[in-house]
């Protein structure tokens, strides 16, 4: 069949809005027709060419929602009709990690997944008799994708798309890094770096966990009125000081917070959060993805103190069996998305979205179909 699809045909080119073929569903896959998509910042950084598992030409998106359209062979959990969100980390129930009840990350479909391929180390997707690839399982950037069926996250159909794509990755992201990898506690102090659609979702965790002082860090002062909303105690610009950031959450909290959360994707801002946390217990989590070649580092004296570096993925949620249950927490307003979305808009003005986003415009823009 025929879809529009935003391809991004090369790192650091604008998408292309064209017609794409799309085979139908193999053994094991689901065709679904996407709804909606948000606009993560992993998108960009794919297309900026910085992601060593960069590869193009593809259909990138991940953060969306959508209808089942066709099942494949053997797929007995959906049905046509059913209403997902397609899963960039899968959830088999089978694998190592599925079993071990220590991860998220199944291995099921990653391999290939990795590379643009389906599990069967094919691509549905093709422009012109040339083969497209597909992107972190997912590929929300085509009205119609083929995604394995351990990649589906059936959800309440009543449940507003618009809103809900965005826990297919930020949303999701940022409030399971604060329950399930960090487990803050009621009382807490938290220090959140980078307030994007990820930052922000940490800080409503952190609110949810009835967390103490939420200390938000942002060079963008223009993402404060948010945070506070999101109960944030305090703001702080790091261009304020003539000190690292670090010292001046040191001195402001005696010793450090309990946990911080790297929401940014920048080394230097990993090694700042690290050493704003707590000697002897402080935790920090690595949420932000940064790019090939880059490393962290800090004085292993940090660590000797009792401070704990962490790292985060799809804030560590099993998204077949969290995912609903989650969805359901947004219908009953437990878990508020609304405001993450500042900007909808068509497929064809994608480009724009990534503007937004550079520009510090944006949190979430939501692309409908
Ligand atoms: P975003 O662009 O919307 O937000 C990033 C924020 O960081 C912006 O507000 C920006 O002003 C701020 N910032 C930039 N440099 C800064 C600095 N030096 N100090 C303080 N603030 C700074 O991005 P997003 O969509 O929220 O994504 C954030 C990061 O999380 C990205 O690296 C993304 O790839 C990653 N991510 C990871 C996961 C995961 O599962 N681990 C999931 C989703 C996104
Ligand atoms: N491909 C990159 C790593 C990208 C990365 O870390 N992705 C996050 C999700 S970002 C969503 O917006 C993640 O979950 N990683 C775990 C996984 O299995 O991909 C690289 O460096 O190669
Ligand atoms: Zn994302």
């Not at 990755?169 to 604060?178: E, L, M, S």
């Not at 105690?233 to 000081?241: A, G, M, Y």
């Not at 402080?282 to 000797?304: D, M, N, W, Y």
């Not at 704990?308 to 508020?336: C, H, N, Y």
Request: hydrophobic share 40%; proline share 5%.
């Amino acid at each position: 069949m025929k879809s529009r699809a935003a391809v991004a045909f090369g790192p650091g080119k604008p998408l292309e809005i064209v017609e794409i073929d799309v085979e139908p569903p193999r053994a094991g896959e689901v065709l679904v027709k996407i709804t909606h998509t948000g606009v993560c910042h992993t998108d960009a950084f794919t297309l900026s060419g910085d992601d060593p598992e960069g590869i193009f030409p593809a259909v990138l998106g991940h953060e969306g929602a959508g209808v089942v359209v066709e099942v494949g062979e053997g797929v007995t959990s959906v049905v046509p009709g059913d209403h997902v969100i397609p899963l960039y980390t899968a959830e088999c129930g089978e694998c190592l990690f599925c079993k071990s009840g220590k991860t998220n990350l199944c291995v099921a479909v990653r391999a290939t997944q990795g590379k643009g391929l389906m599990p069967d180390g094919t691509t549905r997707f093709s422009y012109n008799g040339q083969p497209i690839f597909h992107y972190m399982g997912c590929s929300t950037f085509s009205e119609y994708t083929v995604v394995a069926e351990v990649s589906l996250a059936k959800i309440n159909p009543e449940a507003n798309h618009e809103h809900v794509c965005l826990l297919g990755c930020g949303v999701t992201t940022g409030i399971g890094a604060v329950h399930n990898t960090a487990k803050v506690q009621e009382g807490d102090s938290v220090a959140i770096f980078g307030l994007g659609g990820i930052g922000l979702a940490a800080l409503q965790g952190a609110r949810q966990a009835k967390a103490g002082r939420i200390i938000a860090i942002d060079t963008n002062p223009a993402k404060f009125e948010l945070a506070r909303k999101f109960g944030a105690t305090e703001c702080l610009n790091p261009n304020d000081f003539d000190k690292p950031i670090q010292e001046v959450i040191i001195e402001m909290t005696g010793w450090g917070v309990d946990h911080s959360f790297e929401c940014i994707g920048n080394v230097n801002v990993m090694r700042a959060a690290l050493e704003s946390s707590h000697r002897g217990w402080g935790q920090s989590v690595i949420i932000g993805v940064a790019g090939a070649g880059k490393e962290i580092s800090t004085r292993p004296f940090q660590l000797v103190t009792g401070r704990q570096w962490k790292g985060s993925a799809f804030g560590g949620v099993k998204g077949r069996t969290q995912l609903p249950g989650m969805v359901e927490a947004a219908m009953k307003g437990d878990i508020e998305l609304e405001p993450f979305v500042t900007h909808t808009m068509e497929l064809e003005k994608i480009n724009d979205a990534f503007d937004l986003m550079h520009e510090g415009k944006s949190i979430r823009t939501v692309i409908h179909y």
